[in-house]
């Protein structure tokens, strides 16, 4: 049945190191998005993609990036650029200009 | 920057009684006013959602009220059970784009 999978479920990070978060749907939704979850802090926009090959930042892009070859798909790297990379991820879909937003299970980043 | 006020950080209520969460913004250029529910180690589910032209929908035991003019909406989860236990999202989605601004979340506990 569809729905969003996000994998690995859990994902190590060395100092310095580039990691690879990977996010795939099957709803045949046209936008998706990536959350960065801290406790006490709800969820906030890292980028989001309204259709194949664009791409747009949202609140805290700083040290991530994205691509967008594929409709299913919505990879998010965490480069060494970013400092505090320990959070839990969150990718989302859904349809442009249509709501709801249906969210994956998530990603568990952790510093070595 | 746009803001989605949510209090209280953290609610504890007896089975069977009611949970009250409430959400502020500070922008009048929004469309749709989303909860979600999220239990530990899953991605946040759409519970109930509302759109600014009506003043409170109901799904089962879940309520959302609307006040326009002070800017504020709230959930009701009425005869709270245990298996309601878990954080809630209030979000926001403004007029002329898909992204949505989440509040901070609630931790809701029901204890029998």
């Known amino acids: 049945d569809g729905g969003i999978t996000q994998s690995p479920k859990y994902l190590f990070r060395k100092e310095g190191q580039n990691v690879t978060l990977s996010c795939e749907q099957n709803?045949?939704?046209?936008?998706m998005y990536w959350y960065r979850q801290d406790p006490g802090q709800g969820l906030r926009l890292i980028y989001y993609s309204q259709i194949v090959n664009d791409f747009q930042k949202g609140d805290i892009a700083e040290g991530y990036s994205v691509s967008r070859e594929k409709k299913e798909s919505f990879p998010l790297t965490v480069t060494s650029a970013q400092k505090n990379p320990t959070a839990f991820y969150l990718c989302?879909?859904?349809?442009?200009?249509?709501?709801?937003?249906?969210f994956g299970d998530g990603t568990r980043l952790s510093i070595l | 920057q746009q803001q989605v006020k949510q209090s209280p950080q953290s609610l504890i209520v007896q089975k069977g009684g009611i949970s009250i969460i409430n959400c502020a913004y500070e922008?009048?250029?929004?469309?749709?006013f989303p909860w979600y529910q999220q239990f530990p180690g899953k991605g946040p589910a759409l519970l109930i959602a509302?759109?600014?032209?009506?003043s409170e929908k109901k799904e089962g035991r879940f309520t959302i009220s609307f006040n326009k003019s002070a800017k504020q909406f709230s959930l009701h989860i009425m005869d709270s059970q245990p298996g309601d236990s878990a954080t809630y999202f209030c979000?926001?989605?403004?007029?002329?784009?898909?992204?949505?601004?989440f509040g901070t979340g609630t931790r809701l506990q029901v204890f029998p």
């Open positions: 979000a926001a989605k403004r007029v002329d784009t898909d992204k949505l601004i």
């Open positions: 922008n009048t250029a929004f469309d749709y």
């Open positions: 989302a879909s859904s349809m442009s200009g249509v709501q709801p937003q249906h």
């Open positions: 709803l045949n939704h046209d936008a």
């Open positions: 509302i759109r600014p032209d009506v």
